[in-house]
Each structure stands twice: as C-alpha cells, then as structure tokens.
C-alpha cells in the first residue's frame, strides 16, 4: 500500500492553518452536522468507525466517550482533556498535526464536548512544542472570534472553553493520571487507578467526569462525524481489528525520516520502502512503536502488518507509532543502554520497582558496554525487568522494562559476545554519556 493522507491532506498549505482556510477546505462541517443530532448519535458513530485511542494503548475510543454520566444533576463540570505530550522517543507526529492542522484538534475536541456534555477542556502541550502551542493559540483565537467556540457555539446554546496548558518536559506527565495533576498545579505523578479508584470518565479533573484523548484521536473525530463511522471502518478493513489511518513517525538509519500517514493493514516493510529505504547498511532491526516497545529483527520486520493484533502476533506493538529503522552496523547492547539511560532519568520515583528497577538495570548495562560485564549479568537483567513489569505503580515502568527483556530475547547473541569478550559484537563508536 501506498501513503493514505487523511488527517495530512492539506498539512502542506499553510493556509490551512487558518480559519478561513480551513473552512475553504470543508472544515466545520462536521461540527454543523453535530450540532443538529443528538449526543448519542456522535458517539454511536464513533463506535461505528472503530477508532481506537492512537496515544499507544489502542483503546476503543467510543468506551471513554460513552462513559462520562449523560445526566449532568451531578452539578459538576465535564473536562476534555488532549494529551499532547508526546514525550515518547522516536514519536513527533502530534507536534506536526499540532503546528500545521490545529483547527482538526480544536474541531475535534469540540465534537467530543458536544457528545459528552463537555463544559472546558485543556490541551497539555509539552513545554519545549512553542511552535505547536502558538499555532494553536492562534487557531483557539479565531474560533473565539466567529463563534465555533466559548458560550452559544454557532448559536447551539452549547458552551465550551477550550485552553492550552504548557508541560515542564517530563515523560512522566503523558501517563494520564500524573497529566491531571499536572494541570490541576500539582506535582506530576501518578495516582491510583481503576479498580481502586473511578475512572477519570466518572471523576477525574477536581473529581469531575473528564474525558482524555491523544491528539491524533481526537483529529480523526471530524472525518467520523462527517463522512460516518461505516465509511471510515471500510480503511483497515483487511486487519483483525484495526479501523482508519495512523501515523508513524520515522526515524533513525532510513533517506527519508519524516511522518507517513498510512492505512492500518499496510506492511511494515512498505512504511520502511515509503521512508526511502535503508540508509548506511542493511536493515538489522526496528523499534516500531516509541522507545518502550519490544525490538523487531529484519525477519519479523519482513513479515508483519500493521495492525495492534497483527503488530502483537509479530512480536511487537504499534504503541504510539514511533518507528526506529536500525541498520547492521548497530550496537543493540549499546542502543538498549541508552534507552535504559532515558527511562531511569525520567522515572518519577513514586514506587519502587520502578525507581530502584531502571536504576539497576542501567547500572548493569553500563557495566557491560564498559566491557566490565560479568558472568550471569544478562540473566539478572531479565530477571529484573520481570520484577518491574506490572508491578510499577504507572506503565513508566512496563516502558523501560520491555525493550530491555525485548532485545535480550531477540539479540542474545550480541548481549552473550559483549559480556564475555567486553566488547561489541558490531563496530560501533557510540561513546558513554555521563547519567
């Protein structure tokens, strides 16, 4: 299959950036359909298309919509929240749906105010995406103007404030629950979850109903809305359960990294063929889904489609869609290393397995890759990634566990060579950086 711009048709005109080039393109029309029907039937056709959360999960889309209370003689407010944090390594399509189509994000998050009630909604933006933050805020301050948002939108008698709250830089603060209290001025760590506590649909922002979605979820709600959830199922039809388009962020040893927008039920080569092909070497393996996902060889590469239960069965996750093509002159020891050396950075501290887990596992893998590694290192690895897995208060650390037990599964050869010989299996110059 070939590149399917849905969501990046008209990313490469600057005009769409504005209101009346976004309304030049059909845009809006969706939220004049919305407003004529009723609540229901918005979400009904979300669940029609299929969509499924694009932040890494894959969650049906529809369950969170429908889940915020439908009376609202709670007298509390309705929060939708965007998740735009994308601290993920490897994933930077949000900061280009963001910076070049921020009217679909803004009509997007309208339409899920209209469906569930919402009164005010936020978008956490990572705090180094100023360019994103500010061609929002100039989108936010058009729809303002003519009336697609704040009190009596289009003259509805529907009202919903949108605002955009700026992030500090911490991966932490894209797991959801640490992302409310983020917003609400605390410090951004994880709280309980469901089953102990209720779910952020029933009481999540100042423990009011809050629905949160990642960008490129709620980008995708206009087309729903507008074309209906039938048409947009028929995209990804050939896959298990996979619905619609996803984009893929490229990178590492390819011609052309960038964002490719593709069909679910593509093949993982093809993304890899669309990027230009293989840069410096032939291609030895593939982080397909950010950072956190298990590591793929160039057999599982060759075979798998892009789909989350066809991505599962091949031995790896879609996840946020953050795809790293790595060539055969790669240190896998050494790629590992430094994907441990960011997740025991970025570990908020909160729990133990994670705070002394990542740590561990990093002291142990710079050991190696100083060639000072010892006999049964690579066992003690696997065995901790084992007790960081599921046991960690957020998924912070099921993210730093799974590549690291990933590329001891795929790669024990390499792991085995370095810490027998105290040296890479591969020629590499990647040098040690102070933690």
């Known amino acids: 299959m070939a590149e399917y711009k849905l969501l990046f048709e008209h990313a490469h005109d600057p005009e769409f950036k504005t209101l009346k080039g976004y309304l030049a393109k059909g845009g809006y029309s969706a939220l004049k359909k919305a407003i004529g029907i009723p609540a229901q039937s918005i979400i009904d056709e979300v669940k029609a298309s299929g969509l499924r959360g694009r932040g890494g999960a894959g969650f049906p889309t529809w369950i969170k919509w429908n889940g915020l209370p439908k009376d609202k003689s709670h007298g509390k407010k309705h929060y939708i929240v965007c998740n735009a944090d994308e601290g993920e390594p490897g994933t930077f399509k949000d900061k280009q749906l963001m910076e070049a189509t921020p009217f679909l994000l803004v009509e997007g998050m309208t339409l899920a105010a209209m469906a569930t009630g919402g ?59 640490a992302l409310m209290s ?75 990294p960038g964002n490719y927008e593709i069909e679910f039920g593509t093949t993982l080569a093809e993304l890899l063929e669309m990027s230009g092909g293989m840069k410096g070497g032939s291609l030895k393996a593939c982080v397909p889904g950010g950072s956190s996902v298990p590591i793929m060889n160039a057999d599982q590469v060759n075979k798998a489609v892009i789909g989350y239960e066809e991505m599962w069965d091949a031995g790896s996750m879609v996840g946020s869609g953050g795809c790293m093509f790595l060539n055969d002159k790669t240190c896998i020891v050494q790629f590992i290393w430094r994907t441990a050396l960011f997740y025991a950075n970025e570990s908020c501290g909160k729990c133990t397995p994670c705070r002394e887990g990542t740590k561990w596992m990093l002291q142990i893998l710079e050991r190696i890759v100083e060639g000072n590694g010892q006999e049964g290192d690579v066992e003690l690895l696997m065995d901790i990634t084992k007790q960081i897995d599921g046991r960690s208060f957020c998924g912070l650390g099921d993210a730093a566990a799974w590549p690291v037990a990933g590329a001891i599964k795929v790669f024990p050869e390499e792991f085995d060579f370095y810490v027998k010989n105290g040296k890479s299996l591969v020629n590499s110059n990647l040098k040690l950086l102070p933690v």
């Not at 936020?122 to 729809?143: C, N, P, Q, S, V």
């Not at 979850?193 to 206009?222: M, Q, R």
């Not at 962020?249 to 052309?256: A, D, I, L, Y």
Request: some cysteine; proline content about 4%; hydrophobic content about 35%.
């Open 119 to 177: 009164d005010v909604g936020f978008i956490y933006i990572r705090g180094e995406f100023l360019d994103a933050a500010k061609a929002l805020r100039a989108a936010i301050d058009e729809a303002y103007a003519n009336g697609y948002l704040g009190q009596n939108i289009l003259g509805s008698g529907k009202n919903f404030d949108l605002y955009i709250h700026l992030g500090a830089g911490s991966y932490e603060c894209g797991e959801e629950s």
């Open 182 to 256: 983020s917003i609400m001025g605390e410090r951004g760590m994880p709280r309980l979850k469901f089953p102990h506590v209720p779910l952020p649909t029933i009481s999540g922002l100042w423990d009011s109903p809050t629905l949160i979605n990642n960008v490129e979820t709620y980008c995708c709600a206009p087309f729903i809305v507008n074309k209906g959830g039938a048409w947009y199922a028929t995209l990804g039809a050939s896959t298990k359960n996979s619905r619609g388009t996803k984009i893929f962020s490229v990178s590492g040893h390819v011609n052309k």
